[in-house]
Nanobody, 123 residues
Framework: QVQLVESGGGLVQAGGSLRLSCAASGRTFSSYAMGWFRQTPGKEREFVAAISTSGGSTYYADSVKGRFTISRDNAKKTVYLQMNTLKPEDTAVYYC????????????????WGQGTQVTVSS
């Protein structure tokens, strides 16, 4: 099993940047593919980015491609989401998630979730 704790959210102006972190517990972090998702009130949780176990493969939602970067440090058991050129529509609660071995864009494929961190982008 793995437990996840996100941090780094906050309030930022449009065009600004934030870096989210997701710290994992457990001894086998490097066996887990990781994903970032986000959710706004009244909407379903949506995929943002995913990264393979080694970090060698990444995948992004079209809405964030070119602005967000997912990365991981297996020695630190942490996955990051660097968010640049933020827009008001990026405002959401951001969640990290973990699943064994292969990355996925589907929320239902991830059994482990963090508690979320709020990101608010003002116009």
């Amino acid at each position: 099993q793995v437990q996840l704790v996100e941090s780094g959210g906050g309030l930022v102006q449009a065009g600004g940047s934030l870096r989210l972190s997701c710290a994992a517990s457990g001894r086998t972090f490097s066996s887990y593919a990781m994903g970032w998702f986000r959710q706004t009130p009244g909407k379903e949780r949506e995929f943002v980015a995913a990264i393979s176990t080694s970090g060698g493969s990444t995948y992004y939602a079209d809405s964030v491609k070119g602005r967000f970067t997912i990365s991981r440090d297996n020695a630190k058991k942490t996955v990051y989401l660097q968010m640049n050129t933020l827009k008001p529509e990026d405002t959401a609660v951001y969640y990290c998630a973990a699943r064994l071995y292969t990355r996925s864009t589907l929320t239902t494929d991830y059994p482990y979730w963090g508690q979320g961190t709020q990101v608010t982008v003002s116009s």
